[in-house]
Each structure stands twice: as structure tokens, then as C-alpha cells.
């Protein structure tokens, strides 16, 4: 999440919503190894990640943020926030618009309090973060210009092909090293070892075709549908091969390892990333038809 949040601020130099202090706030990163939480989820059931109760009214200097993120990563070793805001439109007639808010960790009015109750993925450190009358400076509000509930703009298209790509390569990572250790172990047929093999190289293979598009040229739609689609078929894959390597390595090494039950529950956590297979499946075949994709 740290490298989603500074990947964005890095696409951010090179748009329209660009500042000039970006570089500043990027070198600034480098030089003092600071780490960068994701603060746009807000555990609403139905709600899009971009759907932001959050609240910045603006004041003499900047905004005051209000509202709550839940899960957010890297709550407690954070060094800077990047939240996602409802902001008031600029053009004045009483609707909202998305904002990055840019907020220190030692902020007056920043709370954190337990979310994460499941025992696996808790080094994510993804627990809940209140904000009350936290100010933030006008330079440190980013407005990309887009209306909430409306369609992306070029640097949230970027944003969420990062974001689609780094979760997709961080779970096939973890359900690689299961595999691995099936496969090391010897037991099963030939065939069910390979099926392993051929399994996480399909799923690698699928994350590293959208890389080198990202790679190749500008980000724009297209991308983000076919990094959309990677992600929905690597997560039936990992699903599948952690199945079958657990079945490999059999019930004694199942019941002596707990590193094996918890690979199994972290092969499922890709599906509970946003946007989910439901929310996209419409925007998905709309788009085969050539309209945009609309990400929620």
C-alpha cells in the first residue's frame, strides 16, 4: 500500500493536477525512508472506494478533514496519510468532488483504534484511523478534477492499475512460496507438481503482461481493463493452486505448520480487494462493447 500511494504521487508530477511540490514531497520520502499509508476504504458495505463519507471544509489555510478510514494500512508505522476526501465543487453549486488529502502522521486529531481482528495479514497493520478537525494545508490537498461517482480521470486510471497490479503480485508471491514448498516436498504424483508449476507461471505470466503495457506507454483505460482482468483470473488461479498444494503436502504437515493454513486463508484475501468482481463485471462487458470503463 505504501508503494500504491507513492507510486500515484509520481504519476501526479507528470499531470495536469500537478502542483510543483510533488518532487519535494517524493524526494522528501526517499531521503528520510519515510512510509506512506493508504487511507481511501472506509468499510462501507456497497460503497465504491472512491465514495468518500470523509469530509474537507474549507478554512483560512487549507481544509479541516473529518470522518473515519477502515482498514488502513500501515496505521501505526505511518509517517504521512494519503486519504481520499469529499471536497466541496469548485464550481460552487453545492456538489462534492474527490480530493487526496497529504496528512502527517502527528497531526492533531488523528485517532487509531483496533479493525483488523483476523490473525492473518495483521503486520498490515490495517486498523482504523479517525480524523476530527484535522487541518491540512492548501498545498497538501491534491484535487484531481473529477465529480464523486463519476467516471476517472487520468492519474485515479493510473492509481488503480498500480493498486491492481501491486495486490495481484503480493498475493501471487504469497501463494507462490506454498507452492514451492509442495513442489520441494516430493510428495504427490508428477502430474499434481506440475500442475503447481504451471499454475503460479500462468498467474506470474498474467501480471507481467499488464507490467510491461504499463511500461510500454501512456496508462488510459485499456490498461486498466486488462489489469482488471489479470487480477480477476490470477485470483481464481491462487485459489486453485493453494488447494492443490495443500493437498500435496497432506493433513500432517497441514496440522504441524501453521504457515500452511495461513498461505490457504491469504490466497483467498486477493478477492476482497476493491473494486470486486461483482461491482466490475457490468463495466467489464461494457467495455468490450468499446464504452469506458467505469471503476467503482
Known sequence: MHNFSVASLVALVDSEDA???EWMLIESIARERLLVASGFAEGRTGAGILDSSVTAVPVEGGFLVNGVKKP???TH????????????AADGQGGTELGVALVPAGSPGITRKPFWGAPFLAGAESD???????????ELMLRPQVELGSGLDTLQ???????ELLVTSAYTGAV??????AVAGGRGSATDRAALVTGMEAAAGLAENVARQVDAGPVGNDELAASLTARYAVQDLLVDVADRAAEVLGGLAFAGSPDIGSLLAVSRALAFHPPSRTASAQALLDHCDGAPLRVR
Do not use: K, N, Y
Request: with cysteine.
Open 19 to 21: 502542483s510543483g511540490l
Open 72 to 74: 488502513c494500512s500501515l
Open 77 to 88: 508505522s505511518m509517517d504521512l496519510l494519503t486519504a481520499g476526501v469529499a471536497l466541496p
Open 128 to 138: 482504523e484511523i479517525r480524523l476530527e478537525d484535522v487541518h491540512v494545508p492548501q
Open 157 to 163: 486510471t493510473v492509481g488503480f492499475v498500480w493498486f
Open 176 to 181: 507462490a512460496r506454498l507452492a514451492e514448498v
